[in-house]
């Protein structure tokens, strides 16, 4: 079987109890060497071979694999989640045409790995109840409609990948599709790992005082930087729901359609 894996976002604790014990008996394990910590190699056997695809072609990947095809385990190995900006499909789509077998192991986001180290909640009542994960076009063009001023007019939560080697361009494109220059922003680089970095500031600031950082980071934004401004109901003694009834009568009740 062959398993896409996330690896998480960059701690070698912050991988899934499930992708750690496939490592640990994996015979082939592929690994995008410029993202995926190193250290998580060390949970696999001494006698597991393991290429880096960073030099590789699509093609020179699935011979790799195909090579492998009679082993019990092997292993592609992703930065993250692979359902985000792990270019997957592609590789699903040659393993299908030669008929091999394939699972998608989760993996952290670096997204969820940023909103911890940021110690911030992405959804917050009266604030932003969406977010936007997204990237501003470079080499690799996204679709029209999903330009950064059209998703910008949303005023929801923010997240972009690959898009900090832009920074200037992107804040200057969220502006103009409605965000205040003084929403806040921010960069993470390499969230979880031993040389993370954050930098706060706002739309109008941020180009400026993350030019040092050009990969491997995140950008927010959105009003959720300020914190929370008003309870969420959930733990409200007002509110009534499913498990508690309320402390003042005559309230709302969440049971109720």
């Known amino acids: 079987m062959i398993y896409f894996i996330g690896a998480g976002p960059g701690a070698a604790d912050l991988i899934t109890l499930r992708g750690m014990k496939l490592l640990q008996k994996a ?24 290429l880096n695809s960073a030099s ?3 093609e020179q990947v699935i011979s790799a694999l ?4 009679d082993d019990d385990t092997v292993v592609r190995l992703h ?13 699903m789509d040659l393993l299908d045409q030669e008929g091999l077998s394939y699972e998608v192991v989760p993996g952290v986001s670096s997204l969820n790995a940023a909103a911890a ?4 909640e992405l959804t917050l009542p009266g604030v932003s109840q969406t977010v936007i994960v997204s990237r501003r076009a470079g080499r690799t063009a996204v679709p029209e409609q999903e330009n950064v001023p059209a998703l910008a007019a949303h005023q929801a939560t923010m997240a972009f990948f690959l898009s900090v080697g832009m920074l ?6 969220l502006i103009s599709g409605g965000y205040a220059p003084n929403t806040p922003a921010v960069v993470v680089y390499k969230a979880s790992w031993p040389d993370q970095e954050i930098v706060h500031g706002t739309l109008s600031d941020l180009p400026d005082k993350a030019a040092h950082i ?10 959720f930087l300020e914190g929370t401004v008003e309870r969420s109901k959930l733990y409200d003694p007002s509110f009534s729901h499913e498990y508690r009834k309320s402390e003042s009568p005559n309230t709302e009740d969440a049971s109720r359609p």
């Open 56 to 58: 590789m072609t699509l």
């Open 168 to 173: 200037r361009e992107l804040c200057a494109e």
């Open 66 to 69: 195909k090579a492998h095809r």
């Open 27 to 50: 015979s082939l394990v592929i690994y995008a060497g410029s993202l995926v910590n190193p250290e998580l190699l060390d949970y696999c056997p001494g006698n597991c071979e393991k």
């Open 214 to 223: 050009q990969k491997t980071a995140l950008v927010l934004v959105g009003r």
């Open 117 to 120: 180290a940021l110690k911030s």
């Open 79 to 91: 930065t993250g989640d692979p359902s985000f900006y792990g270019a997957v499909h592609e590789q």
